[in-house]
């Protein structure tokens, strides 16, 4: 024994592997103990032993083996990982253990089979035990089967999966060994007691004497089993089990007792489907088509035969069922009748559900026959008729029923009325719907009066099953009019009436009941069916009452939503009262009644002569009816007391209105029948339009809609209105209507009937009637939808429009809950369940439209054309169906042999005619309704087969048809049934991937659905792992939804069929889903929510996502949640998409959401770009983004951004990338610090958004990047190299998009770019774009080349200006024209900018490309302004000194403005883009570089200067002009930059500094001699004035610490500095169009501000802005300020967030202008006015202004026409010059409107007047040709060569027609053009009145005038823009120069030999003047140059002068030289800035 001690002190798990079989039993007993005094089940000590339990179980050593068995028992009772070991240790103890001959060994090893199952791991035991039963060994079959049995009777038929096992059975019975025979029939009882006869059919093989045995056993079965032992999961179970144990015994305690007695299998389930269409005789189909009956005989024989099996395989029987439905309908032989009738049966017994889209086909078939009276056919087709609706539904098939039910047959109708009986008994109150309920009571009732006893019988038995079934408070409604007799004998019936669904227990199984009650009763609970049964019982308890109560029950919608689960019975249409029926009395009688209970003194004054009798009367009238009780009130004899007369004719109004009153009350008091409404109604509806009585006229119509039901009322009203003229009733009766239907709902309400009213009313001469006409309208839409338009196409379009646009205001709205006519009669209601509620009206609105049969339509040619070879002709058969639609608009749904024949289609191989057929079902779906539900199985699905389609638009569209259909029928239908299952199946991607989409999109809408949905789950499983990434996406995505809905539970069984491998993947998915998982859509609020057009209504359970409509026609629209998400963030948003995951329940997620996005980590950005250095992570840089990257950028992303917000960017689904863009720009502004901390890695998202293809995402991502690089440049950031590198390659890429929105804000980010980002570095990147092989991108990274070279100068050029030229010049000869265009103007701009240098430095260039370029530049130079609009629109971006300017922001830099509007706005006086750049921002190079404090002199200062004078002295030298010249100069530069510094700080965010800054501005406004300084420094003065007004209404008011009198003083000295501003008109008339809005905008926001009034001093305050208000509109420039307010009224009508109130008080300003007209009118430009009015009639058209809340803005627009019209006259029509296609515009009839209403009146005033008129006629029409001889003469002064013949003919003309207006002419052109032309004119008039010459030195004076214009003008802009805003080139100055030099007799030789004014300027006798004098000097002496010279020379000061760059050129040396100079030192400052 010496080497027992070695093993000894081993530790236990080495003992147990020892190869000693005592080492091991000593191991195993230790392991025991061990194993059992482990508390801690997730302890590490169990996963030592996880390899060894198998050996535990598999000792060889049988004493070993025991012990083994015991602590392998522990480990599995106790270890968490044990499930991990259940196949090899189930698969060891079956194979080793069960063949133990010890007793104790087997009882060991089914306690470990049975502890697995416990802990959760049923399945692979099962299919260990399973496989067992295949072995050699009996002992171990015997083994097997014992473990299952008892497994079974421990756990029950929940855990136990018995469909394997029964199948295995047969086999076990067939055995040698009597023992497993034995076992298995005690298995085989074991089995019956859980599923009972449903064991029955798959043993009805085995040997009978076995089944005889077996019989007698399960006679002995007794009680229902009952489970008890539980897994881990059912802990709570187990406690409720041991409870009533305790108890005593059985006591059930409810609930879960019950639900384990339900037969959960059904025999069908556990059967195998068998196979039996290639089983059919070759020649079935000829031999049924036989002449001999015998032949077809056997043909139906075969097929009894096969359809005797129990279970059949879904195939395609269409062809089978054709022939049989002939046979039974066609043969003549009744023995061949009752075959094929039983093969029927077989067929659709074997199929199910599956033979449902058959079954509308012999429904009708099938019914007719019932004519044959053989007891034998009868009951063969009884039998069949019963089993085709077990496999369809009553819904499905109504339509057919009710068909037949009116055949004159009485055996048909006594057959269908069973027939009819036995389905309800099948129905449970949710399945029989008030819907279905309605049409089959009417026709039953029709059959109970009926001659023949029999069919009375029957349809007693029907009603009384419809009674037992649905409750009596659902069925009584339509039994109102049957008398008492009858209907006790329907209840009688009722009684004896046995229900299939009845009781749990009931035999649900053998009636193949297949909608477990459960789920189809939406709010109810797992409890069974016998709780409805008690609803249906109690329920109608309280409404005995209710008949007392009153008459007419209440809409049908009136039903509080009670928690009455969906039970019981269902009062929506129709009364639930009896309705007080009365006769109608004589006059005596009521007087008699009425004497009885009103005062005799008031029935004496009734007809009085005297009105204030007859008012007492009233008095005392009233008083009576307000003390009478119910009971006793005579309402006939009172109403006809107050009709007597004087009745209705009553004259005075208060009497009048005293009656009306008194009707209202007897309504609302009594028991009002119709037969009283009658006396009354009519006197009402003639007072309805009455002003002092209509209100009380509607409230009495109203009270009596209560009494009598809004219904019978609306339509006795509308009828009295209609039948009399008054205009004024008609059109109060239709506004009363719309009230009462949103105050009573819609219910029962005869659309049909108000249709025909409505359309009489929308023909109606008086506008009123129109208008309200179509505002009942807008409220039936909101109950009807979109079908309501249907009626109103053929209106006119003009009618049709406004129709559209009340609809379109109902858009997305829902229906009120109805107030009235609920309370009275709803004594027991109870909600009854959504689905029906929804269904009702959907149905009903739809039910009115007339449909149309188009069965006679589809005849067998044209099945046979859609069918044909020739896919032409299939194509002409699709064409003729679509016709035959749409003449249809509505059809019913019979289409006859359509329906196989698009299906058919639907896999034609030409996709044309698939997608035609697609579209035609769809059209199909649209026109037949709700009614397209019974083709979903024959149509609907085949569609679903098409999402497979290899073709995307083919799957789009059939993806559109799916959807299309779904919204009719709801998604019950498509998920009932294993058809969805099948397509699932399909191991097709598409398919999948599409498929799987739908249902994520669709299950979580819904609030129930099929149990058939299970079926899906193993193909979803098998989709998780399917080798496309795409349908694993989409499982994932679905995974969720199906888990919403299925529970954890079911999702989690289903996985055991799946290989181990496969299935723990799946339930980790499971897990995470669980997580995730969505809650179910709550049932809807009480409103019945009617949603239009389908949107749901997005009310939010607390935590769960929507209430939506589930199983009804309106299935949730995409649209509207697309709404809910641009809200970005909002996580309920989600809930509403229900599209996607939602990753937490929403109420966590909202508060995770609040805190910040991107989270900033210290020195994370440097960290990174480290890491990118040293190559440790993968550089950015790539054609297109591999997964690494991206999973790359998510790990960096997980530490900087907000989890779910990652989520969303990295989300599959673009919405979630526009959602996370939305939030990021949300919190741009806010997290400046977060954004900038990660801006490597948003910069490098926002490239992998450039690679989708999607374009919402790309347009959503520019924009935020628009407004990222605006923030950059604000914080004066600069991109980091690996910043750059990373994004904008990238961003090039994006320059040759195909579509302009996107190129246009690529190239407007670029331009943004360089401010945050170095021009030069930048140049480089666009050059390599220019590489690329997009064409678009070539070029416009060409242009792009240009416009830095254009901006920057030459310097930006890299590596050198020669390589990069000569890089460009390649691009010449390219193949695309648009590049080489692009190639050659960008060296057009860099020669505009260098000259000559240019052609050095390109090299040599192909002759060609060579000839092009110098062609090109000759051509450039003759259009010197040929940098037009892309100039002005650029610079000021470029140089834009980002500036804080928010309403500059806000605009957008100048690139938005390019749109036509705008230039033609910009043709004003100032054009928007010239205030990019206010002047606080620009930059003093000086200052920056010696920042000493002192200003020197800046060339803004040039602006000011009067340029001629300052020359004068050079060519005449007289000394008093000379003097002005250096006051000027000092007293501009200094002041101007002061000005500009103190302007500055206007806007200070310190008040202290902008008070004082404001009070200085005053002083300096208040000196009539200074105030001139701040000329030209006017916008921006008040656009840092209303940005201190923004700052102090957003920022200093809320702000709860500033002392308030501080803000109070602030405000006074704005509005005291601008009012002084104000005063001086020269001033004022500086502001620009653009300033002026927003300085109103922001002086009437002040006004409004409530906040203010709470002040001390906000009174005074308030009026001094009322004041200054008024001064800026009197003062303003009055064109600017029209225009100003013009645009600020249009956005404030747009914008919804704006109060009315601030409309309001535009408009009164503009009131206040319309004023100020007549003095006015003469200095506004009219073109630009009537141009924002154009613009604002387009914006907001008649129709739509007049749908505004006020009158007011269409009163305004019209009094300004009126008022120009008025003072302009006809001349107006001239001013439309700016507008394009004025044809179109709405403007120019209606100013010709107004012209011709006011030529009528002056027309007809006497016979002068007449010619007078006709002459202006006349002028009118010679008005156009007068304008082209204008147009003409100015284009030839505009020339040079004809200036001055131009003039002489403008002075003719002149002349000739003294009053011609040649002012708007002017009015577009340059101040100097019209000075120049008005000289002209002047020097012409001299001359030719012989006024002898003019001196020469006049003459030379004013050719120096014109001379020197080359600085620009005073506009607060970029110089490039004159005062009026229109480009100035430098070839115009040339113009002038050579125009004036013409005048003086100077010859005009070529410029380049012009000596004689340069030598004079360089004489040295010229004096030193300051240094601005230099400068020109040096401008001129660049005269010399050729022209192109001088135009570069001029851009280039002019860009200077544009950036802002003020300095003083020192020597008259080249400008060009102090132009480099000047960039050389920009760039040294920003290098040291840097």
Known sequence: MGDDSEWMKLPIDQ?????????????????????????????????KYLGLIKKFVTDSNAVAQLKGLEAALAYVENAHVAGKTTGEVASGVVNKVFNQPKARAKELGLDICLMYIEIEKGEAVQEELLKGLDNKNPKIIVACIETLRKALSEFGSKIILLKPIIKVLPKLFESREKAVRDEAKLLAVEIYRWIRDALRPPLQNINSVQLKELEEEWVKVSAAPKQTRFLRSQQELKAKFEQQQAVGGDADGGGDGEEEAVPQVDAYELLEAVEILSKLPKDFYEKIEAKKWQERKEALEAVELLVKNPKLESGDYADLVKVLKKVVGKDTNVMLVALAAKCLAGLAAGLRKKFGQYAGHVVPTILEKFKEKKPQVVQALQEAIDAVFLTTTLQNISEDVLAVMDNKNPTIKQQTSLFIARSFRHCTPSTLPKSLLKP?????????????????????EALGTALKVAGEKAVNPFLADVDKLKLDRIKECAEKVELTYGKKTGGAAEKKEDKPITGKTPALSGTGGDKETKDVATKPGPLKKAPAVKSGGPPKKGKPAAGMGGAGAKGKKGPETKEIVESELSIEVCEEKAAAVLPASCIQQLDSGNWKERLACMEEFQKAVELMERSEMPCQALVRMLAKKP???????????????????????????????QVVLDGLVDKVGDVKCGSNAKEAMTAIAEACQLPWTAEQVVAMAFSQKNPKNQSETLNWLSNAIKEF???????????????????????????????????????????????FEDEKPALLSQIDAELEKMQGQTAPAPTRGISRHSGGGGDDGEEEEQEDVGNDAVDLLPRTDIGDKITAELVSKIGDKNWKIRKEGLDEVTSIINDAKFIQPNIGELAAALKSRLNDSNKILVQQTLSILQQLATAMGPNIKQHVKNLGIPVITVLGDSKNNVRAAALATVNTWAEQTGMKEWLEGEDLSEELKKENPFLRQELLGWLAEKLPTLRSVPS???LCVPHLYSCLEDRNGDVRKKAQDALPFFMMHLGFEKMAKATSKLKPTSKDQVLAMLEKAKANMPAKPAPPAKAPSRVVGGAAPAKFQPASAVAEDSGSNTMESKPDPKKAKAGGVSSKAKGVQGKKVLSKPNLKEDDDKSGPIFIIVPNGKEQRMKDEKGLKVLKWNFTTPRDEYIEQLKTQMSSCVAKWLQDEMFHADFQHHNKALAVMIEHLETEKDGVISCLDLILKWLTLRFFDTNTSVLMKALEYLKLLFNLLSQEEYHLTENEASSFIPYLILKVGEPKDVIRKDVRAILNRMCLIYPASKMFTFIMEGTKSKNSKQRAECLEELGCLVESYGMNVCQPSPGKALKEMATHIGDRDNTVRNAALNTIVTVYNVHGDQVFKLIGNLSEKDMSMLEERIKRSAKRPSAAPVRQTEEKPQRTQNISTNASMLRKGPAEDMSSKLNQNRNMGSHSETTHTVPREFQLDLDEIENDNGTVRCEMPALVQHKLDDIFEPVLIPEPKIRAVSPHFDDMHSNTASTINFVISQVASGDINTSIQALAQIDEVLRQEDKAEAMSGHIDQFLIATFMQLRLIYNTHMAD???DKDEIVKLYSCIIGSMISLFQIESLAREASTGVLKDLMHGLITLMLDSRIEDLEEGEQVIRSVNLLVVKVLEKSDQTNILSALLVLLQDSLLATATSPKFSELVMKCLWRMVRLLPETINSINLDRILLDIHIFMKVFPKEKLKQCKSEFPI???????????KLKGPKILDHLTMIDNKNESELEAHLCRVMKHSMDQTGSKADKDTEKGASRIEEKASKAKVNDILAEIFKKIGSKENTKEGLA?????????????????????????????????????????????????????????????????????????????????????????????????????????????????????????????????????????????????????????????????????????NIDDLKKRLERIKSSRK
């Open 1012 to 1014: 058939d949905l299970l």
């Open 745 to 791: 709902g819609f219910s029962g309400l005869n659309v049909k009937a108000f249709i025909s009213n409505v359309k009489t009313a929308l023909a109606a001469t008086n506008p009123a009637i129109r208008t309200s006409a179509i505002t009942l309208l807008g409220v039936m839409y909101l109950y009807v939808g979109p079908p309501l338009r249907m009626f």
């Open 1755 to 1765: 009163r305004t627009l019209k009094t300004l026409l009126h008022t120009l019209c």
């Open 1849 to 2017: 003919e403008l002075y003719e003309y002149k002349k000739k027609y003294s009053d011609a207006d040649i002012e708007p002419f002017l009015k577009n052109s340059s101040q100097f053009f019209q000075s120049y032309v008005e000289r002209g004119l002047r020097l012409i008039e001299t001359e030719r009145e012989g006024k002898g010459r003019i001196a020469t030195s006049t003459g030379i004076s004013s050719q120096m005038e014109g001379t020197c214009v080359p600085a620009s003008t005073h506009t607060v802009s970029s110089s490039i823009g004159n005062t009026n805003g229109e480009e100035v080139g430098p070839s115009v100055y040339l113009e002038r120069l050579k125009i004036l030099r013409q005048r003086c007799g100077l010859d005009n030789a070529k410029q380049e030999d012009r000596p004689p004014l340069t030598s004079l300027l360089s004489k040295p006798a010229v004096p030193t003047v300051a240094s601005s004098t230099d400068m020109l000097h040096s401008k001129l002496s660049q005269l010399r140059e050729s022209r192109e010279q001088y135009q570069h020379l001029d851009l280039d000061s002019n860009q200077t002068h544009s950036s802002g760059i003020g300095t003083t050129l020192a020597s008259p040396s080249s400008a060009a030289a």
């Open 647 to 677: 009745g209705w004719k009553e004259t005075n109004f208060q009497v009048m209105q005293m009656k009306l009153h008194i009707v209202a009350l007897i309504a609302q008091k009594g028991n009002f029948s119709k037969t009283s409404a």
């Open 440 to 460: 089959f009571c009417a026709a039953l009732l029709k059959h109970i009066n009926d001659s023949a006893p029999e069919v009375r019988d029957a349809g007693f």
């Open 1600 to 1602: 709860e610490k500033l």
């Open 15 to 47: 003992k147990c592997e020892h190869k000693l079989w005592k080492a091991r039993l000593n191991g195993y007993e230790e392991a025991l103990k061990l194993f059992q005094k482990i508390d801690d089940e997730k302890s590490p000590e169990w996963s």
